[in-house]
């Protein structure tokens, strides 16, 4: 059965601090991993990766891909109060419908 | 651009009532997916829609279901609701390309609520 364990379940940092997330997975027919986060209801989507070893970045975010080890980091940098949200990790089968399988999350406290 | 909209924001119901969700995609967006969210947990895959079909099934029991529009909008149904229905609803859209379904983008969630 397909699997996404985040870890931590949660932590609380100050601004200014780097936190990174990570995220581990188990798929049949992999296909993709994405980040989204989540603050009030809506998912919003950070990053798709789907390639081992390259980076993706976005102002203070970034996340990496390890196809042969199976995981993910998303790091955040410099985190500011604004970031406080839960940062969900999915990924995305190759079969026709494509549905996604989320972790848990990681539930991000930023104390000013 | 609108984003997905879904309705209503919140809805109370008691057990063994029946409920529909409704979830309009954004535009150009041709494919609908439904996850449910409990409390502390990630969202969890019902169905998902495309060309007014069924594609791909959760592990939801029947009283789960749900249909599409020709313009692409979608409802979700539950029957005969339990405790354990109680969850965020979510509504994700995408559009398919070559065959699979593009980068999901949700909604702000419907709130179901049964007592």
């Known amino acids: 059965e397909d699997k996404v364990v985040q870890s931590p379940l949660s932590l609380v940092v100050h601004e200014g601090d780097t936190v990174t997330l990570n995220c581990s997975y188990e798929?049949?027919?992999?296909?993709?991993l994405l980040w989204y986060k989540q603050e009030k209801k809506a998912p919003t989507f950070l990053f798709m990766l789907?390639?081992?070893?390259i980076e993706k970045k976005s102002g203070r975010l970034s996340s990496i891909l390890d196809k042969k080890e199976l995981f993910s980091i998303l790091n955040i940098t410099a985190t500011q109060t604004g970031d406080s949200a839960i940062y969900l990790c999915?990924?995305?089968?190759?079969?026709?419908?494509?549905?996604?399988?989320f972790g848990a999350g990681t539930i991000l406290r930023v104390k000013s | 651009d609108a984003g997905v909209t879904q309705s209503p924001t919140h809805l109370i119901k008691t057990r063994g009532q029946q409920v529909t969700l409704r979830c309009s995609p954004k535009?150009?967006?041709?494919?609908v997916s439904w996850y449910q969210q409990a409390l502390g947990q990630g969202p969890q895959f019902i169905f998902q829609?495309?060309?007014?079909?069924?594609?791909q099934r959760g592990n939801f029991p029947d009283r789960f279901s749900g249909h599409q529009f020709p313009n692409y909008s979608s409802e979700l149904n539950v029957n005969a609701l339990l405790l354990g229905d109680s969850a965020l609803y979510l509504c994700?859209?995408?559009?398919?390309?070559?065959?699979?379904?593009?980068?999901?983008?949700f909604g702000p969630g419907t709130r179901l609520t049964v007592l």
């Open positions: 798929v049949t027919n992999f296909r993709s």
């Open positions: 789907t390639s081992s070893g």
């Open positions: 999915a990924v995305e089968a190759m079969e026709y419908g494509n549905k996604l399988v």
């Open positions: 994700a859209s995408s559009v398919r390309l070559a065959g699979f379904a593009d980068t999901q983008y």
């Open positions: 829609y495309y060309e007014e079909e069924e594609r």
């Open positions: 535009s150009g967006h041709d494919t």
